[in-house]
T-cell receptor
Framework: TQLLEQSPQFLSIQEGENLTVYCNSS?????LQWYRQEPGEGPVLLVT?????EVKKLKRLTFQFGDARKDSSLHITAAQPGDTGLYLC?????????????FGKGMKLTVNP | EAQVTQNPRYLITVTGKKLTVTCSQN?????MSWYRQDPGLGLRQIYY???????DKGDVPEGYKVSRKEKRNFPLILESPSPNQTSLYFC?????????????FGDGTRLSIL
């Protein structure tokens, strides 16, 4: 199984601060997805990045896929309390003719007002 | 409304008593899967199904069974539950993994095996 390491695992910041969460692997992925999960709910997709070097922006969130398609980052500008949640990255790869999806362990973000 | 529905949402039971967690999706998705989420271990795939009657093991299949007799339903069966299967379980569906479509998750089933 290919592994995805997320860092940091926990982050508590004040409203208005910026932050970056990283998702790293020694393996190549065909695509990478970022999800956000709130307590009592399932993860919800934020973005999918497919091309090495790709950058996508979603309001205050900026996602980047590494040139070698082994890593990704999520940068949040001017965090707000509503950004609080668990952020998960998930990488897709081929194994035995099937495309698999592996999740990182997540980063739990708390944004204090 | 497009959704993945899991039942029950919460269950407390005892070791060895067979149980089934149901999962149903209304989006006509081909791909369905089950995950368990544990503190410090993240989301791990138990089983997946790429189409009706086609299922395969994920990363942690021991102690679980699944079936896919119709496209919309993908039940998870614990024939003889044990305490180490206490966890938060999620069902997910998507068009296909390889077309980079999002996984749609249910709201989870919190299972406690005493």
């Amino acid at each position: 199984t290919q592994l995805l390491e997320q860092s940091p695992q926990f982050l508590s910041i004040q409203e208005g601060e910026n932050l970056t969460v990283y998702c790293n692997s020694s393996s190549v992925f065909s695509s990478l997805q970022w999800y956000r999960q709130e307590p009592g709910e399932g993860p919800v997709l934020l973005v999918t990045v497919v091309t090495g070097g790709e950058v996508k922006k979603l309001k205050r969130l900026t996602f980047q896929f590494g040139d070698a398609r082994k890593d990704s980052s999520l940068h949040i500008t001017a965090a707000q309390p509503g950004d609080t949640g668990l952020y998960l990255c998930a990488g897709a790869y081929l194994r035995g003719g099937s495309e698999k999806l592996v999740f990182g362990k997540g980063m739990k973000l708390t944004v204090n007002p | 409304e497009a959704q993945v529905t899991q039942n029950p949402r919460y269950l407390i039971t005892v070791t060895g008593k067979k149980l089934t967690v149901t999962c149903s999706q209304n989006m006509n998705h081909e791909y369905m899967s089950w995950y368990r989420q544990d503190p410090g271990l993240g989301l791990r795939q138990i089983y997946y199904s790429m189409n009706v009657e086609v299922t395969d093991k994920g990363d942690v299949p021991e102690g679980y069974k699944v079936s896919r007799k119709e496209k919309r339903n993908f039940p998870l069966i614990l024939e003889s539950p044990s305490p180490n299967q206490t966890s938060l379980y999620f069902c997910a569906s998507s068009v296909h993994v390889w077309v980079n479509q999002p996984q749609h998750f249910g709201d989870g089933t919190r299972l406690s095996i005493l």
